[in-house]
């Protein structure tokens, strides 16, 4: 799974990277001149693993990860060429989601670049900015098949959506709000447009925002995020950070005393999971503890080539126990007793959770 951190410059992206990655990456450095995209790699949180691990101490534990790209902030007008942003959005082109880090926290170190807190306007601005980076797309594509001298069916069908899209753009709808069939969605698929990506709201805070559970135009966010299907989340990120860089003891001690329940990796990674539709289901033993991201509805068989393509052609049955019944009764040998192992056939509809041993043939 890729996620790429947009907004416009100075709302925290780069301090939301280093959280989610445990990276040091300079939180200034695209302001001074920086020109590559920062990439990393952040691992989910699990306590299903952690709990496996501990069982079979095994020689090696795979969490589920997240790839995530942070590029230079937005500025307005960045689709016209103005400011640094733009120029890096082939960065984030290839991911399956953006996280847009909104900035809700007054600094008076780090003027906002439009001299004021104002989430609602920067959400439009930056809608506006991948609304026209596709909108050049899709126009020089109309352009290329109209003045084709040979021109195929597909091109035609091609050309239908395109306009369609354009049409939406034009209108100021993204075109992941759009109403596209499975085919529209199918011609669309290589211009790996940004706006039809799925998106996250991701609001950044401060700590007393966080105290006091409030900051600017937050009922107006929420709205937002209801009218629109967009999911949103609040990240005190700044705080976050310097936390995760103690020992484990005080920084759960802090995380309770600011009364942080879950982290701003389990909030990213939790949302991404439900809005792109992703599960998990585990493997256990000596060697290796490990999760597998799939998408919900996977049958035993498609998820065994998951793990290997040998697996997926030679499958026989799927021994499955699901994780709740492994920490209920506490051991496999307990549960099988219990009638909680069953095996499965190719059929079977992958659950969250469900700790799968494959049977196959080579």
Request: charged share 30%; aromatic share 6%.
């Amino acid at each position: 799974m890729k996620i790429g951190l947009v907004g416009l410059p100075s709302v925290g992206k780069t301090t939301l990277f280093n959280l989610l990655t445990g990276l040091d990456m300079e939180v200034a450095a695209f302001s001074t001149g920086k020109v590559e995209a920062n990439h990393g790699i952040a691992k989910i949180p699990d306590e299903r693993i952690d709990f496996l691990s501990d069982m079979y101490r095994p020689k090696k534990t795979t969490y589920a990860t997240i790839e995530v790209i942070d590029v230079p902030g937005l500025s307005k007008g960045a689709s016209t060429g103005k400011g640094v942003g733009n120029q890096f959005l082939d960065n984030i082109r290839k991911t399956d989601a953006l996280a847009h880090i909104i900035r809700v926290f007054e600094n008076d170190q780090v003027i906002h670049e439009e001299g004021y807190i104002n989430p609602m306007r920067d959400i439009e601005t930056i809608n506006m900015e991948l609304l026209f980076a596709d909108l050049s797309v899709i126009e020089n594509r109309i352009e290329r098949i109209e003045s084709s001298k040979k021109v195929t069916k597909e091109n035609l069908e091609e050309l239908e959506v395109l306009k369609k899209c354009r049409e939406g753009l034009e209108n100021g709808l993204l075109i992941h709000n759009l109403s596209l069939d499975d085919r529209e969605r199918e011609l669309l698929k290589t211009f790996s447009f940004l706006s039809e990506q799925p998106m996250i709201l991701v609001v950044n805070i401060d700590e007393d925002q966080l105290m006091e559970g409030d900051y600017p135009r937050k009922d107006d966010l929420y709205k937002f995020s209801q009218e629109t299907s967009t999911p949103l989340i609040e990240v005190c990120a700044k705080t976050e950070q310097e936390i995760s860089q103690l020992d484990e003891e005080d920084r759960k001690l802090f995380m309770e005393e600011l009364g942080i329940e879950e982290t701003g990796l389990d909030k990213l990674a939790r949302t991404a999971y439900d809005l792109l539709g992703l599960i998990s289901f585990l493997t256990s033993g000596e060697d290796e503890v490990r999760a597998w991201p799939i998408k919900k509805g996977i049958t035993a068989k498609k998820a065994a080539g998951k793990i290997h393509s040998d697996i997926e052609k030679g499958f026989i049955r799927a021994e499955v126990l699901r994780f709740k019944d492994l920490k209920e009764y506490g051991s496999r040998q307990k549960a099988k007793e219990k009638g909680l192992v069953t095996l499965e056939g190719k059929d079977y509809i992958v659950q969250d959770g469900d700790i799968i041993n494959f049977r196959f043939n080579v």
